[in-house]
């Protein structure tokens, strides 16, 4: 009886959480990004109240690119980094999600070839 009872809430735990579902963000970010330069994908002007990254990705053919945080302050923090061998293709994508506080932007900048970059967010 008893382990009926655990297989069957086991089952029950295990097929709500196979079938969860994970929002890709109202906002859409796709650019091709030219040789050593920076595309902004929301400035921190624009994030007043927080924002959700939900799912970013960066092609690129022989370049170093970066996703990354930009502060106030000028700073920059990479949240990610796809780095790649001249002539030689890499992809990378952002592991989960993650929160970004009011007044940080977001951006990708690469050092070399052009680069393509996908993101998808919520501005709060």
Do not use: C
């Amino acid at each position: 009886m008893n382990r009926t009872l655990v297989a069957g809430l086991a089952a029950l735990l295990f097929s709500s959480s196979v079938h969860a579902e994970e929002r890709i963000g109202a906002s859409y970010f796709a650019a091709t990004i030219p040789a050593n330069s920076t595309a902004t994908v929301f400035a921190a002007s624009a994030n007043v109240s927080g924002a959700s990254v939900r799912t970013a990705s960066i092609a690129t053919s022989g370049s170093n690119s970066y996703l990354q945080a930009d502060f106030p302050d000028g700073t920059h923090r990479v949240i990610y980094a796809v780095e790649a061998v001249a002539g030689q293709a890499s992809f990378g994508m952002m592991a989960y999600p993650i929160l970004l506080p009011p007044n940080v932007g977001l951006s990708i900048s690469n050092v070399g070839a052009a680069s393509q970059g996908f993101v998808t967010y919520d501005l709060h």
